[in-house]
Every structure is written in C-alpha cells, then in structure tokens.
C-alpha cells in the first residue's frame, strides 16, 4: 500500500507539470533539404502584403538541418506566405497561401534539373 500511495503522488505530480495546452496547429518544423544554406525564413499572413516579414531563423539554416518555427497566440489563422533567402544568391522563394494547419513539418527541397525550390509537406 505504501508503494501504491507513493506512485499515485509521482502520477498526480508529473501530471500537474505537464502542460495543459496543446501546441499551436500552426506551429511547424523547418527541414532543409535543398543542398543549400538558408539565411532568411519568414512567414507572414497573407492580409500583410509582401513587404512585412521577420526572420524566424536565430542563424544561418545549413542543409540537413531544421528549425521549428512557433507561432504566437496574436497571429491568426491558418494560410500563410512563406519566404526563403538563400545565404549566397540573391534569389528568393516564396510560396503563397500555404496553410499551415495541415501538416507539421516542411521538407524544402531544390531540383538542379529544373531550378526550382520546392516542399514536401508531412
């Protein structure tokens, strides 16, 4: 009985540390797949134009690597503007009205044979 007693208080602890919220649908990670160091991620809604956007990345995204972008209670909805700078071109890609509620991760890939930038959503 002592035992007992003593798992349900580590139960009832280790449930009261857990968070009650469930992370935001939005919320989603970042792999670059493209071959290619990414300097410059953002995302904005699309009501903002293209001209409003921050950088969701603290340093430069090197390929085989991720980022796990979190959205903030003030932002709304689920479609959203992506962008990408690269690190050593002055090229950028941008993807329009992707909603974000769908999947939780973002695979970015580049095709040499065709040059574009692309993402696998999961």
């Not at 921050?54 to 980022?67: F, G, I, M, P, R």
């Not at 003030?74 to 962008?83: A, K, L, Q």
């Not at 040059?115 to 999961?122: G, I, L, M, N, R």
């Amino acid at each position: 009985m002592k035992y007992f007693l003593s798992a349900l208080i580590a139960i009832g602890l280790s449930i009261a540390a857990t968070p009650s919220f469930a992370a935001d649908a939005r919320n989603v990670t970042v792999v670059n797949e493209t071959g290619y160091a990414i300097k410059f991620l953002g995302f904005n809604a699309p009501d903002d134009g293209l001209d409003e956007w921050d950088n969701e990345l603290d340093k430069v995204l090197q390929n085989q690597a991720s980022t796990y972008v979190e959205f903030d209670d003030d932002d709304e909805g689920c479609v959203w503007n992506i962008r990408v700078d690269w690190q050593n071109y002055e090229e950028a890609v941008l993807w329009k009205n992707v909603n974000l509620c769908k999947f939780t991760a973002l695979r970015l890939r580049y095709d040499s044979g065709t040059k574009t930038t692309s993402f696998v959503a999961e």
